[in-house]
């Protein structure tokens, strides 16, 4: 006997048109929050790939979740609520969330299913995330510490010692903080949890840590800046045009499972002449392809050049 098909629920299709907790949570945000960020990756070459953003505070409560994709339609619903379900709940109890919880909470009416539990299963597969998040989780946050913290008994080296090493020394390993530092180099039990006595913190995660500072410390300011379009280099302009791609049109072609790419930008006066390439499924998509590109055109128009004309290859 053939199972009835089961529709989405229109909470399905209310997070697929517009969902609510599409974002990221920098350590500055979660700092003022009086929370660690926690951060957690689910990576593969398909459409289920996510990041996780978590602002856990003191009593390990989930204060804020943001999350991270490149996907649309289902997916993209099933995210967003799992998402929504972590707020204001304990790293333990999210840990042990089930994907019918999710489901669940997406139901129109609590005995009509929101989807199908097969499809469920087998296209929510990055729902691991919120495990890893929840193991990402018990690391601690250097920024709990004062400076002068040991972090190595044994040679006696402090939180400072090793934060100003790795700048100073542009460090990307443990073993070059032990080279510098000394720290981790006798009983080792300052490099990473399963050493002879238990830390608060690690090497590891101090080095990931300030090399995630340093990262956005090293954030510079578009080239573009201070710049009209017209006297802009080929390089600025794309540069430009990209970050107006991803803030205004890309989460919209993303959403129906789709993108784009530049190819190339021409100065053909008074017009410069953009060339790109449809991804995804807008490559396929002709019958929605000239409101889509009426749309790019418009907005790039708008905030960039009235001179720009979109041409897709």
Same mark, same amino acid.
């Given at each position: 006997m053939e199972q009835k098909e089961v529709n989405y629920s229109k909470k399905i299709e209310d997070r697929i048109n517009d969902p609510k907790n599409i974002g990221e949570i920098s350590r500055s945000e979660a700092r003022d929050l009086g929370c660690r960020?926690?951060?957690?990756?689910?990576?593969?070459?398909? !459409? &289920?790939?996510?990041?996780?953003?978590? !602002?856990?505070?003191k009593d390990n409560i989930i204060v804020r979740a943001k999350f991270k994709s490149f996907t649309g339609g289902l997916l993209l619903a099933l995210n967003d609520m799992m998402t929504e379900?972590?707020?204001?709940?304990?790293?333990?109890k999210v840990a042990n969330l089930f994907k019918?919880?999710?489901?669940?909470?997406?139901? &129109?009416?609590?005995?009509?299913? !929101?989807?199908?539990?097969?499809?469920?299963? =087998? %296209?929510?597969t990055n729902f691991v995330v919120l495990k890893k998040a929840a193991l990402n989780s018990e690391k601690r946050d250097m920024n709990d510490f004062e400076d002068d913290y040991i972090v190595c =008994?044994?040679?006696r080296v402090t939180l400072k010692n090793v934060k100003d090493a790795i700048k100073e020394f542009s460090i990307t390993t443990v073993?070059?903080?032990?080279?510098?530092? %000394? !720290?981790g180099i006798f009983c080792k039990s300052c490099i990473k949890e399963g050493g002879l006595e238990p830390k608060e913190i690690y090497l590891v995660d101090i080095l990931e840590q300030t090399?995630?500072?340093?990262?956005?410390?090293? %954030?510079e300011e578009p080239s573009y800046i201070n710049s009209t379009f017209s006297n802009m280099?080929?390089?600025?302009?794309?540069?430009?045009?990209?970050?107006?791609? &991803?803030?205004d049109i890309r989460?919209?072609?993303?959403?129906?499972?789709?993108?784009?790419?530049?190819? &190339?930008?021409?100065?053909?006066?008074p017009h410069y002449d953009l060339y790109i390439r449809y991804l995804g499924a807008c490559s396929g998509c002709s019958a929605g392809s000239m409101g889509t590109l009426y749309a790019i055109e418009s907005i790039l128009q708008r905030k960039i050049d009235e001179n720009i004309r979109v041409l897709p290859i």
């Open positions: 960020l926690v951060v957690a990756d689910f990576e593969t070459n398909g !459409a &289920d790939t996510i990041r996780m953003y978590w !602002a856990v505070n379900l972590c707020i204001f709940k304990s790293v333990e019918t919880d999710v489901e669940f909470a997406l139901r &129109d009416e609590p005995q009509i299913p !929101a989807l199908g539990i097969t499809e469920l299963h =087998e %296209k929510f =008994e044994c040679a073993e070059e903080i032990g080279n510098i530092t %000394k !720290a090399l995630e500072e340093i990262k956005e410390a090293n %954030k280099i080929k390089e600025q302009k794309i540069e430009l045009i990209e970050d107006v791609l &991803d803030e989460p919209m072609l993303i959403m129906d499972g789709g993108n784009m790419e530049i190819l &190339d930008i021409v100065e053909s006066a």
